[in-house]
């Protein structure tokens, strides 16, 4: 047994002996892999905060507004823009981002902005208005300003699928007391601790036994901040034990001013409709419209309360638990010697101030259309992630007043229709885009005939035949050949019918079913007649027409047949836009632009849209053409638009009906706004409407509500004015009967004189020159 | 005395005539609005043939077309004017992609102002892309008619464009 015990002892010990060395293996190895794994972590807390920290969604803005003498731009229009810029109405503006009102007069503090061209300089300066129209614009010293300019309006966004949404900004920037107010409400020693606060945790597990529940968290800022930025939700004792070591290793690479600031663009702060609105920068846009540089003290109180709990503060479905938690921390302010006792009794009578609900930015973008046009540029030159990570600003030419002008015509005569002409509410839709004349830049769109309506966008997809909308090109194709059309040419509007080579017949009928016989060019194009149109097209070539649409601007198939003469080709109503432009633009073709310009997240200039212009017409045949378009308008199917607009405004432009009447178009033109819309069913059902009685009214609308100006119908060279006989296409005189005064490119013109008589005095006295010779 | 005398012959036979002279009358139009629409309500798109032959006598919208002499006058003068010495200063300086940005701001307050095309092709003559230059030009010259100065400028530049400057 003693040998036997014996000989147990030394494998008892060797077993022992064995097993601690496996224990100091193990050990070893245990510390090997925990050291590995702290450096890896270590590497991941330093990678990811030294990188780029956040997707930021890129941004796009409005056009910035220009303010100059004598510009079209009432006082109630002015404070419109400085409302939705977050500029704030006091007594006496004294600070950026206020403005003050009298009578006729507005005196604003813009704020500063970089622009493509410059900076433009924050200052003070007055408008004065007189009716709707600024007056005199000066600075602070009462010198006049040849102009100047407020910052764009944000007016969408492109997001990631994780919908975070902020705005960074930099401690500097901080209103003094947000980032010590923040650290006094949620961590007192935040300049002491490294990481951890064992008396926080202590605090707090006292306050929480008092309290029998789990009242108050330890968790210093850095924690909150690794629980936030690289952590999940979870409440494990695991989860808590990676948050320390994490918010050691923070504090070890990164400095408090760094962690600080960090933590102010991470912390969640509430909810804009399916978008998360982090950081103290964009929910001071978000709950009170203005920059965190203009927020006052009870507002960054309010803001600082919320990050114990955004929506349980949320001070618009809370308003009285968020004043409460407001008032609660400008007390905590006020004990840690952050502000005064004396400026929070202040603070903490005003009232909570912050915006209606549904004019906090961004609870639903406002202009879905337009935007969507956008993100379609930018698709064509962005990824997508890109666009939805790195930051970008995308200034567009969009204008927000044209566009509120324009939702609110498109929604009223829509309705107004369908109740004039007996239509089942809700059937008729519509779409319109307004354009500069000139630059070619969109700056309006309704997709829909609501406001803000996100769906299908009518603007850009509702690709519908385009009717008499069409002929223009079938015109102009006819007077860029001089010797052969002049709009005192006669073509034939009798019956037609044209056999395909599938034995199909195509009978183009006018409107009205009448036949008008022999008519100058200019009136067929001007009353709208079908069997002129067509059969000018067939003489022509249906090669010549495509031609002509191809120059104007049309990218997409059109089909070489006769009826495209009559518009048989689909569009949407922003590719009308654009061959209008080209037609409004003298025969130069400039694409249409909806972006000015693409910077970074950090400011930097990264892409310009500029202008760019290719002339595609003769000018010549461009000015026959809007001759022929101001009939239109004048006397011919558009004449109704001068019932509401003033005689002296040079209007061109071209009414559109397909078969059926199924679709209603307008598209026209000033000096300086294109404007093209499109009434229809979404079922392709009929209407009662014509271009004219539908389309027309609407256009006719919009051209009201803008400042328009008279387009540009300088006599070009190498085109004469005659007098002529319409009927005979002859030439005749000034105050002769029915003679009418004609543009022609030089050498087309008539030669063979009428025998007219005149019926003026002035008339008479030509003739009387010209027969005795005086 | 002589021409009192012409004169004179002149109104007896202007009021003689005067009594077989047209009158323009409107055209009449082929279908009226539902009655229940409101007064503003326009015609059918299409209208009727008018009731005398196709020669009207000329109405008061015809004698309206007519070429415009000059350029509608701009409210802003003076804000384009600053905006176009900008655009020539920041040329001056090379800068010519933002002297184009500030001459299309000139341009959106009056796209009809020659010199704004004048300036951008001015830079892009100095950025060697000619053709983009040679486009601007000709936008701009049809529009330099009441601008004697500009419009010479914008044709010495096509000259130089077109020798391949």
């Known amino acids: 047994m003693a040998r036997k015990t014996r000989k147990k002892k030394p494998r008892t010990r060797r077993r022992s002996s064995q097993g601690r060395r496996w224990f100091w293996r193990l050990l070893l190895l245990g510390l090997v892999v925990s050291l590995l794994a702290l450096l890896v972590l270590d590497a991941v807390v330093y990678q990811k905060f030294s990188g780029k920290k956040w997707s930021l969604p890129s941004h796009v803005c409005s056009r910035a507004l220009e303010l100059y003498q004598g510009q079209s731009l009432g006082r109630e229009q002015l404070q419109w823009e400085l409302g939705n810029l977050g500029y704030h109405r006091v007594s006496a503006a004294k600070n950026p981002g206020e403005y003050s009102v009298s009578s006729n007069r507005v005196e604003l503090y813009s704020r500063g902005f970089e622009f493509w061209d410059g900076s433009e300089p924050a200052r003070l300066m007055r408008v004065a208005f007189q009716g709707d129209s600024v007056l005199g ?73 008092k309290e029998g529940r789990l009242a108050q968290g330890g968790s210093t800022l850095t924690q909150q901040l690794v629980k936030n930025f690289y952590l999940n939700q979870q409440r494990t004792l695991s989860r808590k034990l990676l948050e320390a070591l994490m918010a050691v290793m923070l504090e070890i690479h990164f400095s408090k001013q760094e962690i600080l600031e960090t933590y102010i663009n991470e912390v969640y702060l509430g909810q804009a409709g399916d978008r998360a609105v982090h950081g103290f920068g964009l929910a001071s846009r978000h709950y009170f419209q203005r920059s965190v540089e203009e927020l006052e003290l009870q507002q960054v109180a309010l803001l600082v309360g919320m990050v114990k709990g955004a929506s349980y503060y949320n001070p618009w479905r809370q308003p009285e638990r968020a004043l409460q938690r407001r008032n609660l921390v400008l007390t905590l302010m006020a004990e840690q010697g952050v502000i005064t006792p004396d400026a929070a009794r202040r603070a903490q009578q005003k009232p909570l101030g912050v915006l209606p609900q549904q004019q906090g930015r961004g609870g639903r973008w406002q202009y879905p259309a337009f935007l969507d046009l956008v993100k379609r540029r930018l698709r064509e030159q962005y990824d997508e992630e890109d666009l939805q990570t790195e930051g970008l600003r995308i200034f567009t030419r969009f204008d927000p007043q044209v566009q509120r002008k324009l939702e609110a015509r498109v929604a009223s005569r829509i309705d107004n229709l369908e109740q004039g002409y007996r239509i089942e509410t809700g059937k008729l839709q519509g779409a319109a885009v307004v354009v500069r004349v000139g630059s070619g830049e969109v700056v309006a769109m309704a997709g829909d005939r609501q406001a803000g309506y996100a769906g299908f966008n009518r603007a850009l997809d509702a690709r519908r035949q385009i009717g008499s909308t069409v002929k223009p090109a079938v015109y102009l194709a006819a007077l860029e050949r001089p010797s052969q059309y002049t709009l005192a040419s006669l073509i034939d509007d009798s019956p037609l019918s044209v056999k395909a080579k599938d034995g199909d017949v195509w009978e183009p009928r006018n409107f009205g079913r009448e036949s008008h016989g ?62 209008y432009h080209t037609i409004a633009a003298n025969g130069f073709y400039t694409p249409l632009r909806a972006i000015d310009s693409v910077f970074t997240s950090t400011n930097t200039p990264l892409q310009r849209y500029p202008f760019e212009s290719e002339q595609r017409f003769d000018p010549r045949a461009m000015h026959l053409l809007h001759y022929a378009m101001q009939v239109v308008l004048r006397e011919g199917t558009g004449k109704s638009a001068y019932r509401r607009l003033p005689e002296s405004l040079v209007l061109a432009g071209k009414t559109g ?32 409407l014509t271009g004219g009685t539908g389309a027309l009214q609407l256009w006719t609308d919009i051209m009201a509500s803008l400042d328009n100006r008279s387009m540009v119908f300088n006599q070009p060279d190498g085109v004469s004015y005659y007098w002529v006989e319409p009927a005979n296409g002859l030439l005749s005189r000034e105050g002769c009967a029915g003679a009418r005064y004609l543009p022609f490119i030089d050498g087309s013109e008539p030669r063979q004189q009428s025998g007219c008589r005149p019926d003026t005095l002035e008339g008479v006295i030509d003739w009387f020159k010209g027969k005795f010779g005086w | 005395m002589v021409i009192n005398g012409r004169l004179f012959l002149a109104i007896l036979l202007c009021s003689l005539l005067a009594g077989c002279a047209q009158v323009y009358v409107p055209v009449s139009e082929s279908k009226s609005p539902p009655s229940n629409l409101p007064s503003t309500f326009p015609p059918p798109e299409t209208q009727a043939p008018p009731a005398s032959p196709p020669v009207a006598t000329e109405s008061e919208s015809a004698k309206r077309i007519e070429p415009t002499t000059s350029n509608t006058p701009v409210k802003g003068n003076s804000a384009v004017a600053s905006l176009l010495d900008e655009a020539w200063r ?43 230059a040679e486009q601007l030009v000709r936008q701009g010259l049809p529009l330099a008619g009441q601008k004697p100065g500009v419009k010479a400028e914008l044709q010495s530049l096509l000259t130089r464009i077109r020798s391949g400057y």
Do not use: C
């Open chain 1, 657 to 688: 009906t397909t078969n059926d009447q199924r679709d209603s178009w307008f598209a026209g033109f000033s000096g300086n706004y294109l404007s093209v819309v499109w009434l229809g069913r979404d079922d392709n059902g009929k209407t009662p």
């Open chain 2, 90 to 132: 920041l040329s001056r300086a090379r800068e010519y992609d933002r002297s184009n940005a500030v001459a299309e701001r000139a341009m959106r307050i009056d796209h009809a102002e020659p010199e704004v095309y004048l300036v951008m092709a001015t830079n892009y003559v100095a950025m060697t892309q000619l053709q983009l």
């Open chain 1, 137 to 209: 614009l000066t600075d602070s010293r009462g010198a006049p300003l040849p102009l100047a300019r407020l910052e764009p309006m944000v007016i969408g966004g492109i997001y990631p699928a994780h919908k975070e949404d902020r705005e960074l900004v930099k401690l500097e920037q901080l209103p003094p007391s947000l980032a010590d107010g923040l650290i006094a409400v949620e961590d007192q020693r935040f300049y002491q601790h490294h990481g951890l606060s064992f008396r926080g945790v202590a605090r707090a597990m006292v306050a929480n036994l």
């Open chain 1, 518 to 579: 022999p008519v100058p060019l200019y009136e067929a194009l001007g009353q709208s007649y079908n069997q002129a149109a067509a059969r000018l097209g067939l003489e022509l070539g249906v090669d010549k027409v495509v031609d002509a649409l191809q120059r104007l601007g049309y990218e997409g198939h059109l089909p070489p047949l006769p009826s495209l003469m009559l518009g048989a080709v689909s569009m949407s109503p922003v590719e009308v836009a654009q061959l």
